[in-house]
């Protein structure tokens, strides 16, 4: 059993600490958290022992009547690997203080990627964490992109691809964000710094990146455009892709025209939080024109590394090899959206669904 | 046991039907549906018997691969209330047929008043809908007033409520609504609706009410005034609500500032969907001036009916207490949010909620 803590107990913390406590071959022994708020209500909650981030504030959790086991020092005392969920550059400055607990660390990707010894996603780079003392987890929109972009890579060469990110301003729960009413471009520089990020994973990908801004929270959206180093027809395409647990081929039939309907559908079936760790795409958007394909798909930020997280605890800290820690997780979480519907990923004709 | 069926499968219809297989009184016959969309597909994932609304369209069921239990008059035959979870005006348009397969059923508050023998919300009008054969369960605002008003009319008199109602413009997953950039008065007459409907259910109870529509999805906001005839302090009145069982005062301490935070905390503490049963007050807003009471809540206009119908459907089938029927409805649902923190309702300061 490899013992984790997770420090930072925002957005991505309550989740990971969620997959760890699911797995099998790990223990939870606690989360970290700087406030006494409405998150950290819910880990008491959930029974999670409660660990205080700042000892400064020890107070504060005691007039909220918010019982604690200690305070960070003590959690890094008592796990194997901690992972930092703290808001990016937070992690950087945390890093030496897990070093000198003799604790593997795992960051997040708004860290820069120096912040660790490997850049991870289970698709692409989970040999090379074995061992590692430090490693991060790739952002969610890096996620998003290696993942689509390995398997083609493998099976036609990828020459060249282009991305048009339209990124959710803010999560649902970030009353502070923007914009409300703009599409931003961010950065206006071409390219952005996804491309290069995408290439701490993938380095032999050739990327550019253009990235905005829009007033949404829900999941960002991807437009792509792959130059490839053959000629698939679109089926083809749709085939390869639909072969990848964690890619989540969306059949014209269902109805969902966005991510308000995606995340509806994941809330019907149940999955925590409305979660969707696979990268959504529109079935009958894969389209080939000559060696160039086009897709939109959709990347919820606030979920698709949750199991890239849980992969690199077992790459750095056993000798699991991968297709059975991605398969672990995956049975662990519940990874894997389709239902009947999923079954029909080339519907023959369009079907009304206003109801 | 009383046997129960939905027809319409949407927004409400789905929670509804998820509400009546969590009691243990009730047994859910099955679920009608006009389109084998996404959430017909989630129908089936939950295991639920899947009825087609419409016989014209039994082949675009099988085409998507949903298997059908039969249609809509098959399900009539084999319960004894249906819930018609049907967008506003096809309730009205379903009566007759209900009546001629000998259903009691219950009805939503998008239908007109006269659709039904009662209009409903168990805190007002429990033993109206006694052994009635038809039930309207008033609309989400409707009821959030409602829960607000009874027990301030019982302890207090109220001598006039004048509300505001800046309500969401779309559910989360209906992306063609709007506004997507403005605040519309909506009816710009004044008063609304709103306030004859609550007299449906609180007879004596003198209000006016102004809405407007804004560009959110998540949920309702009421601004509340109520002139009371007896001068009560705020901490009287945060008494007295807090032994409301579907009204939860958000205690300052939790940094819930809006309803991003509030639908956050519900998916945290693991609410199916995130749904919010409960009217959601600001603690910190009740405030009174002389016999002038002010406060905001939310209403979640997905969620807060749901036990309402689960209630009605007891009232007209059994000869339960009303307090038994509340009861048993909270604990098979889990209504009732606050967890440590909900017992900090009066908290002695501010506390910063800010990593």
Known sequence: MTRVGVNGYGTIGKRVADAVAAQPDMVLRGVAKRSPNHEADSAVQRGYALYAADSDRLGEFEHAGLPLAGTLPDLLDSVDVIVDCCPA???????????????????????????????????????????????RVVSCNTTGLARLLAPLDEAYGVEKARVTLVRRGGDPAQTDRGPINDIVPDPATVPSHHGP??????????????????????????????????A???DEVRELLARESRLFLIPEVAGIDGAGKLKEYALDCGRP???????????????????????????????????????????????????ESVTRTNEALGVGLGGRLGEELTPNGPVTADD
Chains 1, 2 share one sequence.
């Open 273 to 323: 939080r409305g979660d969707l760790w696979e990268n959504c795409l529109w079935a009958e958007s894969i389209s080939v024109s000559g060696t160039d394909l086009y897709l939109f798909q959709n990347v919820h930020q606030e979920a698709d590394v949750v199991p890239e997280n849980i992969d690199a605890i077992r790459a750095m800290t056993t000798d699991i090899p991968v297709d």
């Open 197 to 230: 990020d995408v290439r701490t994973v993938l380095p032999e990908v050739d990327i550019d990146t253009a990235a905005l801004k829009a007033p949404v929270t829900a999941m960002h959206t991807h437009s792509v455009n792959v130059s490839l180093g053959a």
């Open 232 to 234: 698939p027809t679109a």
């Open 89 to 135: 550059g937070v992690g950087a400055r945390n890093r030496e203080r897990y070093a000198s607990h003799d604790v593997r660390a795992v960051f997040q990707g708004g860290e820069a990627a120096n912040v660790a010894d490997a850049s991870f996603t289970a698709r692409t780079s989970f040999e090379t964490a074995r061992d590692a003392d430090t490693v």
